[in-house]
């Protein structure tokens, strides 16, 4: 997810600016490069509370790119 929000064009971010692209990246950076110094607390917390939220956001950008 986070390698593909990191090809997403810096106005189609801002124009979805609800989605939180930056920390989608860089939670994608921190997982791949650092090993095992990652929080699976945090992990957890975006699994179970954040993709939901997420999803929603997602799912409404999409509605409006194929209008």
Known sequence: ???AANH???????????I????IIGMRN????????????IVWQVITQ???LLLIEVKK???DLET
Do not use: N, T
């Open 61 to 63: 950008a999409i509605k």
């Open 30 to 41: 921190r997982i791949i490069h650092a090993d095992f110094d990652v929080d699976l607390d």
């Open 50 to 52: 954040d993709l939901g």
């Open 20 to 23: 939180p692209w930056r920390p």
């Open 1 to 3: 997810m986070g390698e």
């Open 8 to 18: 997403v064009s810096e106005p189609c971010q801002a124009k979805y600016f609800k």
